[in-house]
């Protein structure tokens, strides 16, 4: 007598193949949802860090703008500390001083108190007296100060119509070095009791310029607009509001939110793949017991036990290897790839929560289909078994129709609120994610049409195997589905990812390239004036270096147009040169009187080449603009240089009026190109003999230090991103494998007919690459729409070379596999395949 359990025992262990396949699967599953977990957790976490190590505790900056002349008084940094929600305060004071009595520059000092608030915003640690200073290590570089050292400061205030000024010596208390992927700021922090009183316009009452505000969790809104009520003239900074962070927080989201939508797709589809392989088996057990007469009860008891063991045997080993591959294989794998370390942590509980929903899950899923299979008659089963064809319906056409409408209004509405903005990026990405659904839903339907229209060319060109193959794949592009999903799945993720990585990389190299016009760089900080265009053909005569220019400062400069004069800022270039590496057509006129100006500008004044007007600075003892000059337009060019409308040659007077003049030009950077950057820094080193506070960068230093940087964000991703692609093509091979193993009596009865083992291994080649190349093509198209409806709410480019070799190492594990597998199948025993069948 057998017990229900034993019949299930028995059946299970008779199907030992399809049993381990479907544990396997449910493995590869979960292990890809927990990979996908880890990445979003740890992501998200390690975005909270970077922002907190960027600007402190602080959730709110509060203060007047400059142009209100207002400050914050001792009065109302009491209301802000009695307001609810609110933690802690600190009064922050702003002013330019002058250092160890350099006239041609100032420095941005800072008056800060001595609570943690502001020194997580600043990033200083000691407690400052009235004496007492902390600087950053390019001041400490500038004068050679260290710790201990004393700095000579000078203060300066404008009160009426005079100017007071002060001098103090400070010791230095600690050196702030650089964070980590910036350069070192000249700043200065002092007390800020000492510091408020040089503001121009304090008065006794004065506590600060702004002030810096901790909130408890989640109220840092609501306390905004509370401290809006009590003066609708401050302006409110909240942090989670700052473009910077809404920009890193919308495109870490829009990530995840693709990420995890085509992570749980390719784990749904594997899944649904293998319970239809699992319960077609099932459902010849249910007719054999139906027919000898089961009931409906012992039938379904029969089947859930078998269920219950893969399912519970898949989640426990999936949720066991994730935790290796998450601990271990993970880290060793960025190793290896010779990336910087990465958080991979993952709360216990978060791990156990994802195994129970998803045994629970599964489990509620064959149950339905256990209780709807059960129910049915032999002939019944068996008739639901064979009919699997697609049918197109009314209602089908009306639902895409819908969804399609719905997309359309989602875009055209992004455009309208503004693409950039969080509403804007919200509606694309859903729009995205709809027409990813209508055109997954419509694959199957487009794949069996396919087939139909090339079925004539298939057997004219491939002969009979590959028309035969195809024949016989028609009626199963319902149950192979699930494979073309996954591969699209894959491919998507593949190409959103890799091209979010390209993006980010070529974003960073843009913007260095537009700091680092050449190889090296040569700082000017002090403004020092003694360093003059004569300098350059020096530096140009040194064996090493290809060629130099100068860049300049922004003056100020007004036009006299009309009668009116009319401000703006200029900068000084070196035309000759600039005209040389075709950087400005060749231009001819006064070089020495001569101004270039942009197109806009020309348009917006009315301007035309050859126009002469008078040329004045402010004078602050008059309080108006004074004329210095003539100059005489000798080009109009197509857009600025160094975001600058206003252009002069370096020989123009402008670079030659008194120093303190703020129409000066004065170099600020030498940009010096080279063949050989390690032999001009050599040679080029004598300047900082005689300019001691020069600063040197190149720009291959920089790209290495923004490589490391870049790698060290991403070298997480990186980890996951090649472990989901391993996990996905290692569950589709599975499953295709399951596939073809399922199928094996098909290619014996074809065999018995006349197909010779050659023909069977190209036959089984045929159908498996059919669907993988359908599914790369199609995984393709739609991974390049994905992306490219993500890139309206920024910018970014394609990363072909990596979806080229996914694509190849793809396909060449398809072959390899499925060849052995073919080959396998086709030298067994024609007459031991049908007893086993």
Not at 191 to 218: C, P, R, Y
Request: net charge negative.
């Amino acid at each position: 007598m057998f017990t229900m359990r034993s019949i299930a025992v028995k059946l299970f262990r008779a199907a030992w193949a399809n049993v381990l396949t479907s544990i396997s699967i449910i493995t590869i599953s979960i292990c890809l949802v927990m990979t996908m977990s880890v990445y979003i957790w740890n992501a998200n976490s390690q975005m909270k860090e970077e922002i907190q190590a960027l600007y402190g505790e602080m959730d709110l900056m509060v203060g007047y703008n400059p142009e209100q002349n207002m400050l914050l008084t001792s009065q109302q940094i009491e209301d802000f500390e009695a307001m609810p929600g609110v933690t802690n305060v600190s009064s922050v004071s702003l002013a330019h001083t002058n250092v160890e009595n350099e006239q041609n520059t100032s420095f941005y000092t800072v008056g800060v108190e001595n609570d943690d608030l502001v020194k997580s915003r600043y990033h200083f640690t000691v407690n400052l007296g009235p004496k007492d200073v902390v600087i950053t290590e390019n001041v400490a570089r500038l004068f050679h100060k260290d710790v201990g050292d004393t700095l000579n400061v000078t203060f300066n205030k404008t009160v009426g119509n005079y100017a007071e000024a002060d001098t103090g010596n400070f010791t230095i208390q600690e050196i702030l070095p650089p964070l980590k992927g910036t350069d070192s700021p000249n700043i200065i922090l002092m007390q800020n009791d000492v510091l408020k009183m040089w503001m121009e316009n304090s008065i006794a009452q004065t506590a600060g310029m702004f002030a810096l505000i901790k909130t408890e969790d989640n109220v840092a809104t609501s306390v905004g607009t509370d401290l809006k009520q009590l003066d609708e003239k401050l302006r409110v900074d909240v942090m989670s509001d700052y473009d910077e962070f809404k920009k890193n927080l919308q495109a870490l989201m829009i990530f995840m939110i693709v990420l995890s939508f085509f992570i749980l797709l390719i784990s749904s589809v594997l899944l649904l793949s293998t319970f239809q392989l699992l319960f077609h088996k099932i459902k010849e057990q249910l007719m054999v017991l139906r027919a000898l007469g089961a009931s409906i009860k012992q039938v379904g008891r029969i089947v859930q036990l078998q269920l219950s063991l893969i399912i519970g045997f898949g989640v426990l080993l999936g949720t066991s290897i994730s935790l290796l591959v998450i601990k271990s294989w993970l880290p060793q794998l960025i190793s290896i790839m010779k990336m910087p370390g990465a958080k991979t942590d993952l709360p216990m509980i978060f791990v156990l929560g994802i195994a129970i929903v998803s045994f629970l899950l599964l489990q509620l899923i064959t149950k339905w289909q256990v209780h709807k299979s059960s129910s049915l008659l032999p002939l019944q089963i068996a008739t639901e078994n064979e009919n699997l064809s697609l049918r197109w319906a009314k209602w089908k056409t009306i639902v895409m129709s819908g969804v399609a409408v719905i997309s359309l209004f989602l875009f055209l509405n992004a455009y309208k609120v503004g693409k950039n903005s969080g509403q804007g990026a919200l509606m694309i990405l859903i729009g995205t994610l709809l027409v990813s659904g209508i055109f997954l839903y419509i694959i199957p339907y487009l794949f069996t049409a396919l087939f139909k229209i090339s079925l004539k060319s298939i057997r004219a060109i491939l002969g009979k195997e590959a028309y035969l193959a195809c024949q016989q794949l028609m009626p199963q592009v319902r149950r192979n589905m699930p494979i073309i999903l996954s591969i699209i799945g894959l491919m998507v993720i593949l190409i959103f990812g890799s091209s979010l990585f390209k993006s980010g990389q070529q974003s960073t190299s843009k913007y260095i390239n537009s700091q680092y016009e050449t190889s090296i760089k040569i700082d000017n900080e002090l403004n020092d004036p003694t360093i003059t265009p004569a300098l350059i053909k020096e530096i140009e005569a040194l064996p090493s270096v290809s060629y130099a220019y100068a860049r300049s400062n922004y003056a100020y400069i007004s036009l006299q147009i009309d009668d009116n004069w009319t401000s703006d800022n200029i900068i000084a270039i070196d035309v000759p040169k600039y005209v040389q590496l075709e950087k400005l057509d060749a231009i001819e006129g006064d070089l020495k009187n001569g101004l270039i100006v942009t197109e806009s500008f020309a348009k917006q004044h009315k301007l035309a080449v050859g126009d002469h007007f008078k040329v004045g600075t402010y004078d602050n003892e008059l309080h108006q603009d004074i004329s210095i000059g003539e100059l005489q337009i000798i080009d109009i060019v197509d857009s600025s240089i160094n975001d600058s409308d206003l252009m002069v040659d370096w020989s123009s007077f402008l670079s030659n009026l008194d120093i303190t003049s703020i129409s000066r030009t004065n170099i600020t950077d030498i940009m010096v190109e080279t063949d050989d950057t390690e032999q001009a820094l050599t040679e080029l080193s004598y300047l900082q003999e005689r300019w001691p506070a020069l600063k040197f960068t190149d720009k291959k230093t920089i790209i290495e230090q923004n490589d490391e940087m870049t790698f060290q964000r991403w070298s997480l991703f990186v980890g996951v991103f090649v472990i989901l692609i391993a996990a996905t093509c290692l569950g589709v091979l599975q499953t295709l494998l399951h596939s073809i193993h399922s199928k094996r009596g098909d290619y014996a009865i074809q065999r018995l007919i006349g197909l010779s083992p050659s023909g069977l291994i190209k036959l089984i080649l045929t159908q498996v690459l059919s669907f993988v190349l359908y599914g790369l093509a199609v995984g393709t198209f739609l991974g390049l729409l994905v992306t490219k409806l993500m890139f309206t709410i920024d910018e970014g480019s394609y990363d072909f070379v990596t979806l080229g070799v996914t694509s190849i190492v793809f396909l060449s594990a398809t072959l390899i596999v499925f060849t052995l597998q073919g080959y396998w199948i086709s030298r067994k025993k024609l007459a031991n395949e049908m007893i086993d069948i």
